[in-house]
């Protein structure tokens, strides 16, 4: 194992708490010199600086919980909200133990999200993303979205090429790996297993560096982890997503439309209601929840502009706003 690349006492030593954690995970600082370092900052705090620290932190907990409203802000995904409630609370807990020399556990948080298309799994990765920046666990928070063709070559060596070159994009920040199970299809011979364990050893060498997401529908995923039972200890958490229900999807049909600066008129509100609730349940895998709502309002939205455009210099405000049943139900 390569010595840590630490020597005390060089200009670069941390100089928060957090990037102490964030260097012994790295491997860059051995555990006694974990310990020094924060001796040395808790004993700064002691001697008078403890009202210098106090609205960096009272500041990374507003930034915190602005994050963690966006989150609750999402419609339905209950269980999902309280497992990165959960996350988060662990990952703080752990942070205040090793400032206080006490264990720590190692915060592996790779994750699979399983779940049909338009259930808020690329969302709640982008959300992710930027609660671990808040929380000082990666430095970036950008999200690089994948599938099977940006990882898999076309020759011996390729694949294991482009999967790092991939993985030093995520690097700081999270790796979604969309339809993770294409990469198991193929068999023994196929290169999506080279991908496969290219991924996994980026986990190990470059471990707290990025947080890894491999989704797919809940099925597919199941099978996945099965072909290769040393992926299921290195992701200790699972989420998956519901679909939605019809009362759901309304209410996600009224909050796109109002990002979009449009409404429904009470008629169509009522009308939709009633057809996703007569619809629930019928939908096609590959359409239905969130992605069924998008199309459905921008097809709405393109019929609303077709009967307005031959009045346009006298619509009001109101008009230009709203979208009636016949808008709705011309994509139905």
Do not use: C
Request: hydrophobic share 40%; charged share 25%; proline share 4%.
């Amino acid at each position: 194992m390569p010595e840590p690349d630490y020597q005390p006492g060089y200009s670069q030593d941390p100089m928060t708490s957090r990037e102490v954690l964030a260097w012994f995970e790295a491997g860059r600082l051995p555990s006694d010199g974990a310990l020094k370092h924060l001796q040395k900052l808790d004993s700064r705090i002691t001697d008078g600086r403890s009202s210098i620290r106090a609205p960096s932190q009272e500041s990374r907990r507003k930034r915190i919980d602005s994050v963690l409203h966006e989150l609750d802000g999402l419609v339905g995904l209950h269980d999902v909200k309280n497992m990165v409630h959960e996350i988060r609370a662990y990952v703080d807990v752990q942070q205040r133990r090793l400032e206080l020399g006490l264990a720590s556990e190692p915060q592996t948080l790779h994750m699979v999200f399983s779940g049909a298309p338009g259930t808020g799994k690329t969302t709640v990765a982008r959300i992710l993303g930027r609660l671990f920046q808040t929380m000082d666990v990666l430095p970036k928070g950008h999200m690089l979205e994948v599938e099977r063709a940006d990882l898999v070559g076309e020759y011996i060596g390729h694949t294991a090429q482009k999967t790092r070159d991939a993985v030093k994009r995520a690097l700081g920040g999270v790796m979604f790996v969309d339809e993770a199970y294409a990469l198991a299809r193929g068999g023994e011979k196929d290169f999506g297993k080279e991908a496969i364990d290219t991924l996994v050893k980026a986990m190990e060498d470059h471990r707290g560096e990025f947080l890894l997401i491999l989704a797919g529908y809940s099925d597919e995923m199941a099978w996945f982890l099965a072909t290769n039972p040393g992926l299921l200890s290195r992701f200790p958490l699972h989420l998956h997503f519901p679909d939605y229900g019809a009362s759901e999807l309304a209410a996600i049909a009224r909050i796109m439309l109002a990002e979009r600066q449009y409404q429904l008129s009470a008629d169509a509100d009522r009308q939709l209601t009633e057809y996703l609730v007569r619809s629930e349940g019928h939908w096609h895998v590959n359409s239905g929840n969130a992605r069924l709502v998008r199309n459905l309002i921008e097809g709405a939205i393109r019929r609303q502009s077709v009967r307005l455009i031959r009045r346009l210099d006298m619509a009001t405000r109101e008009e230009l706003m709203t979208l009636t049943w016949a808008d709705v139900e011309g994509g139905l």
